[in-house]
């Protein structure tokens, strides 16, 4: 008579956990939604010195589906990104000073991974986007020149999500390294996830 306490123990001991385990799995390991996010550019062509820094903006959305503490991502973005033209780049010439509005849109896919299981979580986050990119550059006397074409970017970066009522709440810094047309920028997002 005296095991039969230790023996009832015994038993309801794994229901809790199990518990707490399929919460975990319903909240966290199995969720899916649609995000929507924005953010600012500074973007800077590193190899030529000469160009001045650029600012922009960045609009995004798509589909996430989180796996325990893997995500993936399938989304669409729009950048946008205004950049003054050093003179001494051209060697002072009146004629060489000018502006170029570049705007791009992309394909992305994106793998993440939470580095913590609390509510709270930070996260490293990396991937694969495909632009098609245009640049309108305007010159003081009047001439004007327009460039377009593709290219594949790789994103890596940190970003840190947290619980809002029903939705999800989130902030990123991801760095994006352009191939061919040689360009790196480093957006900073902020965005939801419902």
Do not use: K
């Not at 922009?56 to 893997?70: D, I, K, V």
């Not at 946008?80 to 170029?100: I, K, T, V």
């Not at 001439?143 to 377009?148: D, E, G, I, L, N």
């Amino acid at each position: 008579m005296r095991f039969t306490p230790l023996l009832v123990a015994l038993v309801a001991l794994p229901y809790p956990i199990s518990a707490q385990e399929q919460t975990d799995t319903v909240v966290h390991q199995s969720s899916s939604g649609f995000y929507v996010a924005g953010g600012v550019e500074l973007a800077r062509l590193w190899h030529e010195p000469g160009y001045g820094p650029a600012l922009g903006l960045s609009l995004q959305a798509g589909y996430a589906r989180q796996f325990s503490r893997l995500g993936l991502r399938l989304g669409l973005a729009y950048y946008e990104r205004q950049r003054e033209y050093d003179a001494s780049f051209y060697g002072g010439f009146s004629d060489f000073y000018h502006r170029s509005d570049a705007r791009s849109v992309a394909a992305n896919v994106d793998l993440t991974f939470d580095l913590t299981r609390s509510s709270i979580r930070p996260y490293v986050i990396g991937g694969l986007a495909i632009y098609r990119w245009s640049v309108e550059s305007r010159y003081d006397n009047g001439t004007r020149f327009q460039s377009v074409g593709h290219n594949g970017w790789l994103v890596p970066g940190v970003g840190l999500r947290f619980p809002m009522h029903n939705i999800e709440a989130f902030a990123e810094a991801r760095l994006h390294i352009h191939s061919g047309h040689s360009l790196v920028s480093t957006p900073l997002t902020f965005g939801i996830r419902f």
